[in-house]
């Protein structure tokens, strides 16, 4: 069974990069098909979607975040991360990893709490 | 951005009843829709893709409907379990973007 495990700091400072890692594990990052994704959801707030990598290495961002986002995939370890670049207090939420079949999110870690506060 | 909007934001039930969640949609997603359940404290989980196609495992008191603009997720007969909060997901274009939520509270 697909289990999908984020990991990372729980809390940031501001100005800083949030940095977080979704290790995959009962299935291949590589498979084919599927794209994973990260996805936040402010405290007592809805879901925003962060964006989404192909194993092949090809991305799409949400454009409020393009500018400070990255996600890369290491295939080799079967994870893939979010970098999240001069992060403020908005940028406090529960981040999940997701796996993504042709859009919807079918699979999905437990998620992460990062907060960001000096 | 596509904007989606769900009606109502909270919702209050009884075991047993039948409810419906809707879900519209800034421009037409055709059949691009899913919808997922959320616990408190717990990651979504996928409910239906494709507007209308239950996920694998999903009990069959779980129905939707609609293309276009305007989507439906009918519960048949609420259980227990069923109180939660529920968001609708538009995948036709990026960025991916989701419904506020629907909250559904027993009444």
């Known amino acids: 069974q697909l289990q999908l495990q984020e990991s990372g700091p729980g809390l940031v400072k501001p100005s800083e990069t949030l940095s977080l890692t979704c290790t995959v594990s009962g299935g291949s990052i590589s498979s084919s098909g599927y794209n994973w994704g990260w996805i936040r959801q402010p405290p007592g707030k809805g879901l925003e979607w962060i964006g989404h990598i192909h194993h092949t290495g090809s991305t799409n961002y949400n454009p409020s975040l393009k500018s400070r986002v990255t996600i890369s995939v290491d295939t080799s370890k079967n994870q893939f991360s979010l970098n999240l670049r001069s992060v403020t207090a908005a940028d406090t939420a529960m981040y999940y990893c997701?796996?993504?079949?042709?859009?919807?999110?079918?699979?999905w870690g437990q998620g992460t709490l990062v907060t960001v506060s000096s | 951005d596509i904007q989606m909007t769900q009606s109502p934001s909270t919702l209050s039930a009884s075991v047993g009843d039948r409810v419906t969640i809707t879900c519209r949609a800034s421009q037409s997603i055709r059949s691009w829709l899913a919808w997922y359940q959320q616990k408190p404290g717990k990651a979504p989980n996928l409910l239906i893709y494709?507007?209308?196609t239950l996920e694998r495992g999903v009990p069959s008191r779980f129905s939707g409907s609609g293309s276009g603009t305007e989507f439906t997720l009918t519960i048949s007969s609420l259980q227990p379990d069923d109180f939660a909060t529920y968001y609708c997901?538009?995948?036709?274009?990026?960025?991916?973007?989701f419904g506020q939520g629907t909250k559904l509270q027993i009444k």
């Open positions: 494709k507007a209308s």
């Open positions: 997701a796996r993504q079949y042709g859009g919807p999110s079918d699979s």
């Open positions: 997901q538009q995948y036709i274009s990026y960025p991916y973007t």
